[in-house]
């Protein structure tokens, strides 16, 4: 299985509420990642987990909330976003670990997110 | 700090050649290709490591000028399939600093 495995494929939340998405993948990978990305733009990194630890926050708002369950999950809570945060919420994995040498990233189909 | 890259689209005929480059003004110490094609996620094509080494597969091929901290995406006989945004991303030390670049739209026509 070389699947990185996202739901939903679609959100659409108001500004009060709380939802949460969902990474899965089966590889073994050490190391998860959350990416958001734009339109039109290149993945922005938000948060890394290697080895189930919290490894790197990009200085990610607070209204977004990772959480790693076990090597194989990653979920991303979201509460009271904004219109701005809409986009589109793409997961990684990877074999290797935070800190060593970046190896090929496995990306997940993504999450849509619209916030109205 | 983000790389550079050019152009920022281009428009071929299938089986024509094209070039994507991807720049640095800082040392690199690796170069990642990555395609995207819409609305999907985007897909793993290679890894250059410092050392001017240069890889590929069938008929798209890379290379990594470590003097000029410059990646070359070589696309031979382009294909429709080969049709999406092309990232570079670049990682400055040995397991940090990893961006993306700006993509290169890559659009084949018939």
């Known amino acids: 299985d070389t699947e990185v495995t996202q739901t939903p494929k679609h959100l659409v939340m108001g500004m009060t509420n709380k939802k949460s998405l969902k990474c899965e993948q089966h590889m073994g990978h050490r190391a998860m990642y959350w990416y958001k990305q734009k339109a039109k733009k290149p993945p922005e990194l938000m948060f890394v987990?290697?080895?189930?630890?919290?490894?790197i926050n990009e200085s990610v708002p607070s209204r977004f909330s990772p959480e790693c369950p076990n090597s194989s999950l990653l979920n991303l809570h979201l509460h009271a976003l904004q219109p701005e945060d809409s986009a589109l919420y793409l997961c990684?994995?990877?074999?290797?670990?935070?800190?060593?040498?970046?190896?090929?990233?496995?990306f997940g189909e993504g999450s849509r997110l619209t916030v109205l | 700090q983000q790389p550079v890259q050019s152009p920022q689209a281009v428009i071929l005929r299938e089986g024509e050649d094209a070039v994507i480059n991807c720049s640095s003004s800082?040392?690199?110490?690796?170069v990642h290709w990555y395609r995207q094609k819409h609305g999907e996620a985007p897909v793993f094509l290679m890894i250059l490591l410092k050392g001017g080494e240069q890889k590929g597969h069938e008929k798209i091929s890379a290379s990594f000028n470590e003097k000029k901290q410059q990646s070359s995406l070589y696309l031979t006989a382009s294909q429709l399939s080969y049709s999406g945004t092309y990232f570079c991303g670049t990682e400055r030390t040995y397991g940090q600093n990893f961006v993306f670049g700006p993509g290169t739209r890559l659009s084949v026509l018939p």
């Open positions: 800082k040392a690199l110490y690796s």
């Open positions: 990684a994995s990877s074999q290797v670990a935070w800190g060593e040498n970046t190896g090929e990233l496995f």
């Open positions: 987990y290697s080895y189930e630890k919290l490894s």
